[in-house]
């Protein structure tokens, strides 16, 4: 058994809408993060309005675990009016915490909700210890550190830094070749900027060169046959380091992915809660939780900057995503011998699926010809989104279990 001084990273996982935040929460975060209808760096996700941001509080406090509110946005001056009502209502909803990038809102904090933990955002880039100092100093309870830091730089602000200031850090997900989020490229481009939550990710597009006087004509740039994606990053994941995370004073290790889906929000919880859980137990990473990242849609992995400069951190053969599984179904309820559960992909009667409920392997079922529908009638396919089917099954599962088949 490990000894209980060591630092055990909490689990922080996205829930950019009520369905991610019931999987966040029934596979093993220990806290999440979320955006309200404003001041959110995420546009592509739904966000919580008042009486939602109430309800999803009251649901991840009675399962004990924390929500932390994303004022993360950096907002023009026509905005600022509409703050302090703002934060009051975050304030009401019971919210453990708000993490923000600018300097003003973090004074409007303190003046309007002054006993509200504040957390500061990876956007403010923070790489050194003076800057998180002189954030404590103004109220902030924990750094999001920026995604620019080696372990050793990490290790090194813990070492200069107060006790009670904790430290965050982004572990698993997308990653970008702007400084800690701060780009301007979409906004050129696009007028969509990334700094208001509205990336178009042009980083990620394939490009091609004109020269003035040949209007039209596009020369290819290129490495290859296959082209360039020159500034096209691989996603990030720490999955077998978290012993090496704790060791350098992380106190949450942080899942991108805010708009992205419930499946993906219940495998990268399930895998990093599972991770942590072995580490706290001084056991080794079991292969099944390595192996879980790769059954989401993700890009190449890497370990980013945590190892001193990136190696092998960029794809520059295309911007395609890989996945080695794709969900179908949810688990309502077992009983009797069978699973029944609510379809959500097209899948077979003679498929081999897996189910994946929380702190397990995933579990292998042979359909053998036995998929029925509500009605309890044979069915070949399961094809109707939605639809209710059952199957038997020789384990249980609890309601919201995940299955999912191979890709093909």
Known sequence: MMNSKIKIPEVLVPAGDAERLKAAVDFGADAVYLGGKQFT????????DKDQLREAVRFAHSNGVKVYLTCNTLPRNHELDAFPKFILNVQAAGVDAVIVADLGLLSMIKKYAPDMEIHMSTQTGIVNYASANALYDMGVRRVVLARELSLDDIAEIRRNIPDDLEIEVFVHGAMCVSFSGRCLLSAYLTGRDANRGACAQPCRWKYHLMEETRPGQFFPVEEDDMGT????????CMIDYIPELAAAGVDSI???GRAKSAY???????????????????????????NEVYHVS???YCTGFFFGHPKDCQRYEDNSYLKASDVIGVVDECKDSFVFATQRNRFFANDIIEILAPGRPPFEVSLDGQLYNGDGELIETANHAMMKIKFPCSEEFPSGAVIRKRSE
């Open 264 to 290: 993906y929000v219940s495998v990268a919880a399930n895998a990093y809660r599972a991770a942590v859980d072995a580490y706290k137990e001084g056991r080794p990473l079991p292969e099944w939780v390595h």
């Open 41 to 48: 760096m995420r546009a592509a996700a739904a966000g919580f």
């Open 298 to 300: 993700h890009r190449d």
């Open 229 to 236: 994606y020159i500034m096209n990053a691989k996603d990030l």
């Open 254 to 256: 942080k899942i991108e």
